[in-house]
């Protein structure tokens, strides 16, 4: 029989690296200090060159003795792949995958998000905070991606929820271990989603995702139209190599729940002047997501100047 969530003694932590800088510290402290114990923080870092500059000078191995570092070189990095590796070094019944830039809004983060993970639910995922310089749409965005209320979410929920039934996010999200080996963990070879395709087959199973409003990272980009049309391109690519989840759930009925909801929030803070620059930021990311779609139609030169990855592409791109 399963452990209950509470009862578990420690988790494994994952965070795959790429350029890390001296925040990276601030998080692995943090860590360090949560109502859970961490057994072992698995660093799957992207260039051996970075992480050695970022670590001289310091005793790092002396500090952080449950830190395993493994060295990628940039070609062998891939969104699911990478984390699915990562998991087979970990043997911890739950294990927490993080993305480097998230920061524990306090003490209670892991606590609060493994407190479901149990019964029929196969994942958990955290609440995602405006950072104190995220701009008023990026705030926006935050607030309607991730409300103040918590939800499990199950198969029941496809008719009311469509697509954010299957939404999950690897910034900051708990796996069972039984259920993940069960269904085959992170697909291996993507360009974006490996999170989001892994709740589907989890929903699609019988399994149930859980939205955890208590369990909160600081996390957040102001992105650029250019870096959104980029972004909103690779999941478009990810969507049209995965029909078989998502052809029945499309998504643009959340898109138009998103403009009303940043409506209200801008009129609520009295920033309705902003809502034409959102619009604009809107065809930006609706323009990437369908050329993404249908990126198979596309000359390769278009893709590497469309793609948020181009490493993706230039390393296989579709296996």
Wanted: aromatic share 12%; proline share 3%; glycine share 8%.
């Amino acid at each position: 029989m399963q452990k209950e969530a509470e009862e578990l003694s420690g988790i494994d932590v994952i965070i795959p690296l790429y350029k890390p800088g001296k925040e990276f510290f601030t998080l692995l402290d943090s860590l360090e200090n949560q109502t859970v114990s961490v057994n072992r923080i698995i660093l799957m870092n992207t260039g051996r060159e970075f992480f050695e500059q970022l670590t001289a000078g310091t005793d790092f191995q002396g500090k952080y003795t449950n830190v395993q570092v493994v060295h990628l070189r940039k070609e062998e990095f891939d969104h699911g792949g990478t984390r699915h590796r990562a998991v087979t070094y970990s043997d911890a019944e739950i294990f927490v995958v993080m993305t480097q830039d998230a920061m524990p809004a306090d003490e209670r983060l892991l606590e609060q998000l493994i407190r479901h993970l149990s019964g029929n639910v196969a994942a958990a995922y955290a609440r995602q905070l405006p950072g104190p310089d995220s701009s008023i749409l990026e705030s926006a965005s935050r607030q309607f991606n991730y409300p103040e209320g918590s939800r499990i979410k199950t198969k029941a929920d496809l008719e009311e929820m469509g697509i954010k039934t299957y939404f999950c996010s690897n910034v900051c999200a708990a796996y069972r271990r039984d259920i993940y080996e069960e269904l085959g963990g992170f697909i291996r070879h993507t360009i974006f989603n490996e999170d989001m395709i892994y709740a589907a087959t989890a929903v699609g199973a019988g399994y149930a995702i859980s939205y955890e409003a208590g369990a909160q990272v600081i996390h957040s980009h102001n992105y650029t139209n250019m870096q959104q049309l980029r972004r909103n391109f690779d999941l478009g690519v990810s969507q049209a190599d995965h029909p078989e989840i998502f052809a029945g759930v499309p998504s643009e009925s959340e898109g138009k729940k998103l403009v009303k909801g940043t409506w209200r929030y801008l009129k609520g803070k009295k920033k309705l002047h902003r809502f034409p620059g959102f619009g604009l930021q809107c065809g930006f990311k609706y323009a990437g997501y369908l050329l993404g779609k249908q990126y198979k139609k596309l000359p390769m030169r278009w893709v590497l100047r469309l793609t948020a990855s181009r490493e993706y592409w230039q390393h296989g791109g579709e296996k």
